[in-house]
């Protein structure tokens, strides 16, 4: 299995990024999908997530309203929409798949993208 994080970058603040995880090597649709997020010196924490089909969608509320998690089940990839970053957005953003439904707990997941670095300057 293979979850292969991209988009990340360096940012104003206010302005948008949009992270992609391009999954393979298992059955994509059958999978609860979230994106996680690590700064330096902080515990690693559930950001967004999206279920199988309906799609039902999580969000920490540190990001509602600001933040849009989809799926193309079609192209295996799950994305992060982020608008109106904030400094402190910054962190190393994880893609991780779950079998079972969306938790909190980052220990539960099953399987994990390498992360990639968003950076919002202000």
């Known amino acids: 299995v293979q979850l292969q994080a991209s988009g990340g970058g360096l940012v104003q603040a206010g302005g948008s990024l949009r992270l992609s995880c391009a999954a393979s090597?298992?059955?994509?649709?059958?999978?609860?999908m979230g994106w996680f997020r690590q700064a330096p010196g902080k515990e690693r924490e559930l950001v967004a997530a999206?279920?199988?089909?309906?799609?039902?969608?999580y969000y920490a509320d540190s990001v509602k309203g600001r933040f849009t998690i989809s799926r193309d089940n079609a192209k295996n990839t799950v994305y992060l929409q982020m608008n109106s970053l904030k400094p402190e957005d910054t962190a190393v953003y994880y893609c991780?798949?779950?079998?079972?439904?969306?938790?909190?707990?980052?220990?539960?997941?099953?399987?994990w993208g390498q992360g990639t670095q968003v950076t919002v300057s202000s």
């Open positions: 999206i279920t199988r089909y309906p799609f039902n969608t």
């Open positions: 090597g298992l059955t994509f649709s059958s999978y609860v």
């Open positions: 991780a798949a779950d079998r079972d439904y969306i938790q909190t707990d980052h220990r539960k997941y099953d399987y």
